[in-house]
């Protein structure tokens, strides 16, 4: 099975689940500690930055390297696809134990969707027809030990995942399970989120903080697999979106248990819609959820015209139910052919503005990237700069027919007058991004809502079907206020109440108490910054951020201590940034 390359290079992440429910134990859970490898494995490879969230037990050792264990691909009897540790092995090339299955055999006539909705009746007929594909081949997985389940009553030839108990007692049945997959087309879904600790947030929220965690995802996303979690607080105008990026991996409902299952319905629906044809070259070629995306969102209600599909309307970090139009998703979705079939956009940034910590902005390390994938990067506008520049390519963007590609760079979410785009290609494949500082902002059409996060598409035109975009996110910190004049930073306030009252997910800023005012020479060149904190007197930094201890008495700098940054633990568990002087 094709997968792209995991490349590791891993920053702090939070591995604990909540649990909702307790989970039943209705027989001796006899395991040799494989469905605990996944935690293992990853673990060896990251490198934690904030030792309060790093607290994931690691279970049992595997008695058996999982290179070595006996393997049996298992057998899909009633439509129950059961999760074992004899059908499931390592593969370290996705980073995930991959449980196998047998192909069942072709599948007994009669109904395959039950409904008397327009979208189901119409699968159905057309099933009937012999002109859609049903469910054979595919698996549901449900991740919360059936808390918001779909119905099976409905889809009567889906094979529904379940796990035996040696999977249960090791979690790997539960929530934004990384390292776990199946060699089949699989959708699913988690109504879970973390919580009860400084550390919530909902299971995408899990990954985004975390290069490896998002890479992991992605490739399971090529993989044909696929999952729906509800944003459970993530968006919600209590706090505000505080997604740091928009990624294609998934898809994220508005709401809390069970707001994912309106999508569950349209997935399984449109999955069931495909061609004959059409289905098997999707799974193929590793275009099936791809495709599936691109129907979720030019099918919404309001997005009726391809300037729609080009817009924010059609790719919100978050999704409304009251948005979907199953009818028309599976109608677009029947009525694709091997000849109309979407371009799949791959982007890398092969040139960026770097800032340097301890003087360009204040962390214990570099901690501008979030993370990289063909699919989707991004960026924390960390840096003091007004503006930030990086070239991004799409030019290993593919057409299953061999389609020439044009490209369309699209602002789906911020202010454009602050967003620069210059094609650097005649076909568009690349180009130079310049993007302002943003402060917090609004919304449209999200009454209450505000964000901090840029959204720009790339899309593919082969001349058929526009292509997913490719996202390119770059996210501002709500617990700073900054001031500008011509383009230079004149002062931050990280300390003010308004300020420290918004929130800012701990694994991507840590907290600061201090305010820092910019000071220039008549020549416009920074000469360095003053920093007031509570309960102490004000500190004079120069411009490459040492502090400034000594001065003649012409008022020239002559002593300096080099300063670095350090987080402590603070009385509610959260970390807070504190300078440090070397001696």
């Given at each position: ?16 689940f909540a649990v909702l429910v307790v989970s039943p134990v209705d ?176 299971n995408p929220r899990i990954v985004m903080p975390d290069d490896a ?371």
């Amino acid at each position: 099975m094709r997968v792209f390359s995991v490349v590791i290079a891993i920053t702090s992440m939070l591995l604990m689940f909540a649990v909702l429910v307790v989970s039943p134990v209705d027989e001796l859970a006899v395991s040799t500690g494989l469905f605990n490898f996944p935690t293992q494995r990853i673990s060896q490879l990251r490198q934690p930055q904030i030792p309060a969230a790093d607290e994931t037990p690691q279970g049992t050792v595997p008695e058996i390297a999982p290179t070595e264990r006996p393997f049996q691909r298992g057998e899909i009897r009633d439509n129950v696809a059961r999760v074992t540790e004899l059908n499931t092995r390592w593969e370290e090339s996705r980073l995930s134990l991959v449980t196998s299955f047998n192909l069942p055999g072709a599948p007994s006539r009669g109904a395959i969707i039950i409904g008397s909705s327009p979208a189901e009746v119409a699968v159905q007929k057309w099933i009937e027809e012999g002109t859609a594909s049903g469910h054979h081949g595919f698996l549901y997985d449900n991740r919360d030990r059936d808390h918001s389940n779909l119905n099976q009553s409905k889809f009567p030839h889906l094979a529904f995942v379940e796990y035996d108990a040696a999977a249960r007692k090791a979690d790997a049945d539960w929530g934004q399970r990384i390292g776990q997959a199946f060699d089949l087309p699989t959708f699913g879904n988690s109504s879970t989120a973390q919580v009860g600790s400084p550390f919530w947030r909902s299971n995408p929220r899990i990954v985004m903080p975390d290069d490896a965690f998002t890479k992991i995802v992605y490739n399971e996303f090529l993989n044909n697999q696929m999952y729906c979690y509800p944003e459970h607080n993530d968006f919600d105008p209590e706090h505000g979106d505080v997604y740091p990026a928009n990624a294609p991996f998934w898809v994220i409902s508005q709401g809390s248990s069970g707001s994912d299952q309106p999508f569950m319905e349209a997935i399984a629906l449109t999955l069931a819609a495909f061609r004959p044809d059409v289905q098997q070259k999707l799974i193929e070629s590793h275009w099936l959820m791809h495709v599936v995306q691109i129907l979720l969102r030019r099918s919404q209600k309001s997005v009726q015209t391809d300037d729609d599909y080009y817009s924010g309307k059609a790719h919100p970090v978050v999704f409304q139910s009251s948005e979907l139009d199953v009818l028309r998703m599976v109608q677009m979705a029947h009525e694709l052919t091997l000849a109309t079939l979407p371009a799949m956009v791959r982007i890398q940034v092969v040139e960026e503005d770097r800032g340097v910590p301890g003087r360009d902005y204040f962390h214990p390390h570099a901690a501008e990237r979030l993370f990289d994938t063909p699919a989707a990067v991004a960026r924390i506008f960390r840096t003091t700069a007004f503006r930030r520049r990086m070239v991004v390519d799409a030019g290993i963007s593919a057409d299953l027919n061999g389609r020439p590609l044009t490209f369309r760079w699209v602002v789906l979410q911020g202010d454009p007058d602050k967003v620069q785009i210059r094609p650097l290609r005649v076909n568009g494949a690349r180009a130079e991004i310049i993007l302002q500082w943003h402060a917090r902002t609004k919304i449209p059409g999200l009454e209450g809502m505000e964000t901090n996060r840029v959204d720009i598409g790339v899309f593919a035109d082969n001349g058929q079907t526009p292509s997913l975009p490719a996202f390119v996110s770059s996210f501002t910190l709500a617990n700073e206020d900054r001031t500008y004049a011509d383009g230079r930073i004149q002062a931050v306030d990280y300390g003010t109440a308004v300020i420290c009252d918004r929130y800012v997910d701990p694994l991507i800023d840590i907290p600061k108490r201090w305010r820092d005012e910019y000071r220039y020479s008549p020549t416009s060149e920074l000469l360095g910054w003053q920093r007031t904190s509570p309960g102490t007197e004000p500190q004079e930094f120069a411009a490459d951020g040492q502090r400034i201890v000594k001065r003649d008495d012409a008022g020239t700098p002559t002593d300096f201590r080099k300063v670095t940054y350090k987080f402590i633990i603070d009385d509610g568990k959260v970390p807070v940034l504190k300078a440090v002087e070397s001696p």
